[in-house]
Nanobody, 130 residues
C-alpha cells in the first residue's frame, strides 16, 4: 500500500523548534514533487512549503519564510520540515503531500495549491504554547 506517514509533531513553547518527517512507503517518490500544508482549527488548509523532486527548488509561505526549512532525502524516501522560532499561530495539523501525476513538474505558479497534490498523509499535530 502506497502511503505517506508524518511524524515529529508535539507540544513546544513559543520560540522552540521541531522537525517533522514524512516517510513514503510502498513506492519511491524520487521523481515527484512534495509539499507541506497545515490546517488550524476552524481554518482552511494552507500551504507551508514545497520541495522539488531533487531538492533543488523550494518554496515557502510568507508566514514561515526564514523560520522553516524543507528538505528531502530520496535515498530514505523521506521529506523533512525543520521549524524554528515557532509561534502560537503555527499551531495546526501538518500534512505532507505528493504530486504523483506530474513527475518533475515545474512552473512559475506550481507547487502552492493543494489541488496539485494527490496523495496525503494522515497529519501530525503541532501545538505551540505562548
Amino acid at each position: 500500500q502506497v502511503q505517506l506517514v508524518e511524524s515529529g509533531g508535539g507540544l513546544v513553547q513559543s520560540g522552540g523548534s521541531l522537525r517533522l518527517s514524512c516517510a513514503a512507503s510502498g513506492r519511491n517518490f524520487s521523481t515527484n514533487n512534495m509539499a507541506w500544508f497545515r490546517q488550524a482549527p476552524g481554518k482552511e488548509r494552507e500551504f507551508v512549503a514545497f520541495v522539488s523532486w531533487n531538492g533543488g527548488s523550494t518554496l515557502y509561505a510568507d508566514s514561515v519564510k526564514g523560520r522553516f526549512t524543507v528538505s528531502r532525502d530520496n535515498a530514505k524516501s523521506t521529506v523533512y520540515l525543520s521549524m524554528d522560532s515557532l509561534k502560537p499561530e503555527d499551531t495546526a495539523v501538518y500534512y505532507c503531500a505528493v504530486d504523483r501525476r506530474r513527475p518533475k513538474a515545474f512552473g512559475p505558479y506550481y507547487g502552492r495549491s493543494s489541488t496539485e497534490f494527490d496523495l496525503w498523509g494522515q497529519g501530525t499535530q503541532v501545538a505551540v504554547s505562548s
